[in-house]
């Protein structure tokens, strides 16, 4: 392998997120490339080897100069070097631990890697980038999202549309409120992907997790590991085995997991709001088209429907971590390769909200079509209140009352409520009705509860909780 | 339907969890059917009934009395009579109110389901039950089984065994270390599965949850949802449509999810280290019988293999709950069927638990056939230290010479620290040894690091963390 | 447990298997649990034995006599005597042998269960009703629902409706051809199914699968073998370990979750035309009500629901098959309580099966408005035919050409032939068009190519592939 | 995107399957590339849109010359032009059917996608790359694998092994036997994935599958869409939407993941036979070296670890085709993404295979450890058939009396055939037994049935069926 060509023409890879989905936006695939790449995985171990000798120093145990000769080494060790030395040595740790090793004195040379096992870098590492990636792409992104949703609640928060149960019209609630049902979703489980995030562990307890090695020098082994990792800004694992316990991992993921079904949901809802005889909101209205009729004739929810792609190829991944909760004893290795697969589920997520957060700050909305569906079946909302307001003021038999005006009502073509008006024995429950509750038979479009206010009030709480900025 | 006799033959069932699980221990079964059978959906959702009805008395909405009507029809009302009036209304909720209404006077009747939606009542009884499950059942029966686990942790942490990676002889570690992992793992998911089932949340807010029905009548329908639920120990969901957001349920799950798949890795431990080879651990030994060379033929570790097998055949069951996160709209039905089957990995875990826990009770410990497996391959224990402690104090190439040393050891039979007395070059490492470092040197079973310690401070901290009694 | 009373209510079960959807058609449960309940395992298993003793006596190893008596004892041993014996001595097939033995002379005594494992019972049983159950249950109500299918394929293959992408009106079908589809997707999946139930295998091959009791008497246990299993119509697994190859199961199974999966298929389609701006099929529409404006207020599509849900439900069990795949030398008995809910996602099939087929055959379609949700875009949809043609006889922009009239046949209100034929440049490629083609633009619900046409094919082909009586 | 740099750092990419899995063996990660990479995509794309016009020149409708021109083109346009031409019209069927078109005459313009929707393009591409791999890499790969295992079978078919079952010793086999089981498993699966494979189908019935456009010319349609297919080696789909039937690709995936659970297992097994304690095999003994006591502190199962972690990692993705059955009337777009992700566990099998192969061909097995193990509980073994015979002679309690002898012999230290012959009450059935049967109670290491001859007759039971060369 040594003198082989590392660069490789992108379309020749294998997985979608390394050739259609790197290209769409290289800049972005850059940037979380920096997390979830093999370079990625690479550089994070360095660190922490390099980290592991500044401690080392700091406690007096080797001089600051080979911490510094270590330091150097780590940043110019590349990942086609160590590659280039597994493929000699057959082993990924040693290899990379040998690239720093051959550019140290020897009198460095001891303490690199000093008591620790592969998988104290390793899972280290690990913990490092997912939580960082967390800390710096995805929950920013999350927050973007969010303020355009929250946007949009706001904006429409009397936008009158049907509600839809079964896809079947109910009752009346307003687009903005429909929105919010997202914001509150969403704003829970990234408070909970940022607590899972910062919950990862790292481990400097050796190959079995007894701190058998470091033990031989150090009566504080515990206090040691939390040193190192403190600098990784890290908290240790409470106990380990060769590994770090999976649970830190697998909530993490769960958490990636039900973000990423909140979206699809959203997307599947926009998905549906585009159907051809629906037609409330589109991608790629401009907002000045708003209402427009001059549409062209085709105009696919290409975007939703991708994110709800997107997540049918990830969310089975959550699968792979169940599984690997199991192994055997102090560890066998049958996570090995399929942990290296995790990052695809997260860079998944993070392809899935760049794609859209700015489709939905590009959502069109059409209030007249909105309207228009409602009234197709506006006579038989009505139905419902009247028939809880005349089971409420004591009328024996309010359900088929009702039923039976909604025919008479459709048969004469006039509205329930001068029928009510003519009838004597329906007239006095129209007299015990409220000015509210007459405005609302009158108007069924008024009939939407606390659907504004609950809206505001979920925007509010979530600006708050979330620390974001007003807009 | 009508006259149709409800009793069955338990045989008849077709799920193992009515038939051959639910025999093992029928007083169990029972216990659990309180919460997970359709006897307690229908017992709930009249709970709830009941309570809406309770408030609105508190509130002076209707009377006392109306109250006491109701209260005392939600008692008396029986599933086979819910079935019965389902099987002529075609809907399940509208039976359930029809078997309230016929036992109350007309003056009582608006008052029962007064503007709640279905989905009001089912929601609101299944949060109910799911946490009242984790309190009565489920976290208790996880309190037991961690108390037994710190039993073991705390009787074997000085216990020598060997650490294993990839099924290979590591380095060693103490069974109790061992089990400590086990202990932490659980003791995690303890509290996050305690904390999703308070997390679970009813709802009040009608057919697409802006609270439209309730809103015709009073100007405070959040307040009045928080009275109905404060009454039933549950809180709100922020907004809803017409179902709770299920995020709730599914981090409840994934909770579930995750105690099983800890306690199946541990079993999974178990099962092996009763493997006729290695044989360290038994699941009949009696105390007394410890360490006894008659055992039977054939012991097969069939308790703990049907842990692993009930987690194989119910972790699936969570691609269930991530799938019926995406339901369109204000809601379609497509989670109606598949929630209804939630309480099948529930029940599953509760029977592993109650399987679980007086195996591990009895668990018998074979610890001179530890100490024989540890022997095994002590030898090459001692070249870890030794290369380490070389490397350390200098040595330029401390592996290849270890490497040497050993192979010469065998040829010679004699042992490492013998043969280094022997060599000039060597001797002098020996003499910069600590005493602690060349007493693990001649003892490799020494070689255990804090296992003992790290044991005793896991254990520590969960009993503290969990409020569990010393024993 | 002796003496424990084995009948309970229904609502205690846990498994909406077992309580809401055995009492929605108890005959039919009745049906289904005969080969997917506990006593049907018993049942089944009591046969295989049976039959092992019948073989014995075809070869004269014992008499006739005995076989009499054996034969009358698996007749008569009950579930609950075989759960009270297994209570005492802890072993499933050991339970069941003795209950027989109990029945029989001392003579007969040893020839029940001759040299068998208690898998070649287990798994030759289970092999045994798993095939049966698809021949006389759910093969047949495949076919049931087939024919339903294709009588609607037939009778619609002429009814006009929008094909639609994306949610978006494409080109137009005719909605017996959308049908047609789905007899196809069927039609395949029915066949492979039968094949897979066909192939399930038996065993009797003992405890490691290399015959070694067996062979102490007969120099030919293979032959012995496919007698016995003959006897049962199973063919013998070509070679086995403690158990019978997992993968004939899996793809059984893999043939299950692919019908549910088309299916569940069919119902999102029939699901989603019922959305109330859509409307073109309607679950309980009488035949003559067809284009009633007399509709309920809200007719939801609730067994449509029912099935997605249920597919929900189980797909994801196949995970556990999967899974099993995996066992341990021999076996490991990881199995073996996992493999007990195989019935689940099989019951969920047939069930929803039984719910669908009266759900298609009472299908009401409402061809007016499927003709009306046509005629939104209709004018779009000429357009692609006008640009194909144009294309074709060598128009160098056609696209562009199209998209311009389109927008100045909106402005202007006219028709886009009416438009061409006042173009010089235009009117020379109407005068080429073929009579057929000109229709087309002037018909656009002509434009449904072979739609038709098609749907007799497919509906044909599978009429006499499956043996279909015409209807 | 214009101008942007193609190339890019392998350890840049962010799936594993594109860094990691790629380096280790780059002529064989070029080879799967052929058919799984984007380039490979977009080539099959490109060899359906050539084969569409070659069949038009056979036809009459479009000259040899056009064909000419569009075959030259296709060999010319490469996926970086292509992903240039799609950044500017954002579809990419579009923009590989541009750039075509700009490479060649205005006369051939017309002829290039003639009719063709996009789907009918990428689907037949996709079944003809998937179809191909399997023809050239996949099943090439299965035949390898199996004819190692087959030689390891026929040479090891008289190697002594101890059959485990639950962990624990249970009866004799033979290691061949053993192996045999895998042969049998692998050779059906191979069968099924090479007729799956054969089954996958392309379609030109354009864009909602009534074949609409190309009715417009043609009076034949599916005779048309049949000779283009045909020329590429396909079949037609029965009948299609916009898409080809999904159950095609499911059964193809499905074999896919069975194949890849039967070698996960054994390398489960090969993974456990490597335990410290159990050193039955190795993954790198050579040959010469089998029963060697030199052996290194710890040989690592690495090779079969990464296959069972691979099969982890690909397994879940079953459940996203499971889930993209599910596609919306003619079509909605939510597979388009997922089913890019499909090459990923095509990739991942073909990788593990070639790991596999080399690492069974020298696989080492060490006879005398298999027969060491063997001997640990070679006492109890006898006791199996020593029961079965006398209760076949007709003992009454053939069960309890050799548990009784067997304790004794423990405690005299004297062999169960010497005790028998001492007692009056045993000594007439030893006089029964055949000279066989008493071969097998002095010598049980000859329990072990048929296990070899059936061996045997299954290696050459699959090289007849596979057609495989004798070795």
Redesign the interface.
Known sequence: ?IG?D???????????????Y??ND?EFY?T??GY????AV?NYQLKVEEILVKVLAQRGICSKAVYKEVQQACEEVL??EI?DEEARTRHNIRALVNCIRRRIS?EAK?FVH??ATSYDIVDTANSLRYKKFVEDVLYPLLVELQQELIKIARREKNTLQ?????????????FG??V??YV??LG??ML?LKKAASELRGKL?????????????LDD??VFEKEVLNELGLKPA?????IV???FM??YM?SI??CF??I??FS??M??L?????NEVGEYFAEEQVGSS?MP??????NY??I???W??F??????L?????????????????S??F??AV?GLALSLKRLIPVCSRLGIDREQMKK?FE??SQ?II???LY??L??M?H?DAHEEVRRL??EA?ESESDLLTLMKRKDNLRKYLEGLSD??EQ?LKNPEK?????SK?TEQ?CE?WQKKLGLKSL
Not at 162 to 174: C, Y
Not at 315 to 320: A, G, K, N, S, W
Request: hydrophobic content about 30%; aromatic content about 8%.
């Open positions: 392998m082989w590392h660069d490789k023409n992108t379309f020749d890879n294998i997985s979608p997120l390394d050739h259609r790197s290209v290289p850059e979380i490339s979830l790449s093999e370079s690479l990942p086609e590659y020897d001891p000093w008591t049907i509600g839809r149960t079964h896809g079947q019209h109910a009752e009346p609630v307003t409120f429909a919010a049902e509150d979703r829970h489980q909970k307890s050796g190959a079995v997790g007894a701190y058998n090695a470091v033990s031989l020098f082994p515990e409470p106990i380990s085995t060769q316990e999976p649970e697998l909530d769960h997991n039900a079904g909140i699809a949901n599947d809802d998905r549906h585009q159907r051809s005889e629906i001059t004739h085709k105009r696919n929810p290409i429907e991708n709800k792609s997107m049918k190829a969310m089975p991944q959550m699968f792979t169940y599984m690997d909760q199991i192994s055997e004893h102090q560890r066998d290795l049958t996570n090995s390769a399929s290296r697969f990052p695809c860079a569906n197709l079946n038989f139905a419902e209140p809880i307001l089971a409420s004591g024996p909604t025919l459709q509210e509750q609302i009939y939407t509860g606390i659907a609950k979920v709480l």
